[in-house]
């Protein structure tokens, strides 16, 4: 597709819930980003994809957050047992390149998590 | 660590004022540089990016950048801005042989019409 689909748009969940997400990428774009949004104005990194190869987990939380990215498959984020500090806007994004002139980052709608 | 810092959080501007935002990253290789708009309850566009040459870049809207390399900063300026600018703008790096995108903190731009 031509844009970054992220569902659901809205998730609830008790907290101790499980919460999974789903990024579909820009076809033939073979980075993709998940950040989170908690405070309006902070975008925290957390993994990167080259195609289904991890690139860089370094914003990951170990404990309870995971991700992954399978061929012919959405992208997805899953939090085992959520807390309250889970909610925040969760955004994905794609991008054909890293470096030179084709490298953007486009980014989904996102989905907010709130948990309760 | 790599980082990137905005000066401004929140800045008020009347219409036709002119804007100038401040960006500045650590990081002493090569990167590729990028200025992001998120409108309200919107998710990010992209205004402008530099990777190479002219270090002046146009984006769009009216919006443009300089890089700086030896201030490690990449300012973004518009020279009369208007109230439909009222947004947030994100300073963003991705640094050579990474694979994340490093956004500054934001700053909240507010137009008074």
């Known amino acids: 597709g031509e844009e970054v689909a992220q569902t659901p748009k809205h998730l609830v969940r008790g907290e101790g819930q499980k919460a999974k997400l789903y990024c579909a990428p820009i076809k033939g774009h073979s980075y993709v980003f998940w950040y989170q949004q908690v405070l309006k104005n902070e975008f925290k990194f957390l993994i990167s994809f080259q195609n289904e190869n991890v690139f860089d987990e370094t914003g990951m939380p170990k404990e309870r957050f995971s991700a992954k990215c399978l061929p012919n498959s959405p992208c997805s984020l899953e939090i085992q047992a959520t807390k309250l500090e889970d909610s925040a806007v969760y955004f994905c994004?794609?991008?054909?390149?890293?470096?030179?002139?084709?490298?953007?980052?486009?980014f989904g709608q996102g989905t907010r998590l709130t948990v309760v | 660590a790599q980082s990137v810092s905005q000066h401004n959080h929140h800045v008020i501007l009347s219409e036709a004022a002119s804007l100038e935002l401040g960006c500045n990253y650590s990081y002493g290789g090569t990167v590729n540089l990028f200025w992001y708009v998120q409108y309200p309850g919107q998710h990010l566009q992209l205004l402008l990016k530099?990777?190479?040459?002219?270090?002046l870049v146009k984006g769009i809207k009216g919006f443009e950048a300089e890089f700086i390399k030896s201030k490690f900063s990449f300012n973004l300026r518009k020279p009369s801005v208007q109230w439909s600018d009222t947004a947030e703008y994100f300073c963003a790096v991705i640094p050579s042989n990474t694979g994340k995108l490093i956004f500054g903190q934001g700053t909240t731009l507010q137009v008074k019409p």
């Open positions: 994004a794609s991008s054909q390149s890293l470096q030179g002139g084709v490298t953007e980052a486009f």
């Open positions: 530099y990777f190479s040459g002219d270090p």
